[in-house]
């Protein structure tokens, strides 16, 4: 079974962000979930999560994704501040904040490609947003670094890729990735 993630990559200085808090958060407790040098892990924008179902290869929605985003303008995105879910607890977001083309892209995706070339996993948040970690412990000691972390304003998704999922749903290399327009 091949667990696959389509999402925005994100620019330099989106993923100079995540690699900053990820660090500060390391420095604390250990994260599951790592960017930076000698990390494939990659920070992103999910649009889907799953496992191909029997019978779908990824050129399938590989396919589905070319058609979506072939006239699919580059979006620049607000990012929120950092904090630790209430949902499991364990990890660490900073949510998109302009998101309603994302959600409806993602309504898009879903249409074309869940439940026909993926199951979908659908146990995590419906707020598009950038992945920084996962931890285990010292909660409060996260909470008050997070507080202090300047936010990177605004990120350029310069195009959308397909990588295959780790740890924790990271995505961890490139299988696909096509530039959107500018």
């Not at 649009?47 to 399938?60: K, N, Q, T, W, Y």
């Not at 998109?96 to 898009?108: E, H, P, Q, T």
């Not at 740890?167 to 299988?175: D, L, T």
């Amino acid at each position: 079974m091949r667990k696959i993630n389509l999402h925005f990559a994100i620019d330099a200085r989106g993923t100079a962000y995540c690699e900053r808090v990820n660090s500060g958060i390391r420095q604390i407790t250990p994260s599951l979930i790592q960017f930076g040098e000698g990390s494939a892990m990659i920070p992103h924008v999910s649009l889907i999560m799953g496992v191909l179902r029997p019978g779908s290869a990824l050129e399938d929605v590989i396919d589905a994704a070319r058609a979506i985003f072939s006239d699919y303008p580059a979006p620049t995105v607000r990012i929120g501040p950092p904090y630790l879910e209430d949902i499991r607890g364990r990890y660490i977001f900073s949510d998109v904040l302009n998101a309603d083309d994302i959600v409806a892209m993602r309504g898009r995706i879903a249409d074309r490609v869940a439940g026909v070339h993926l199951e979908v996993q659908t146990d995590y948040t419906e707020q598009p947003h950038l992945t920084l970690g996962h931890v285990e412990d010292r909660s409060e000691e996260i909470r008050r670094y997070l507080a202090t972390v300047p936010v990177e304003p605004e990120i350029l998704c310069p195009a959308v890729e397909i990588s295959d999922v780790g740890p924790k749903g990271a995505c961890i290399n490139s299988v696909w990735k096509m530039a959107l327009s500018s």
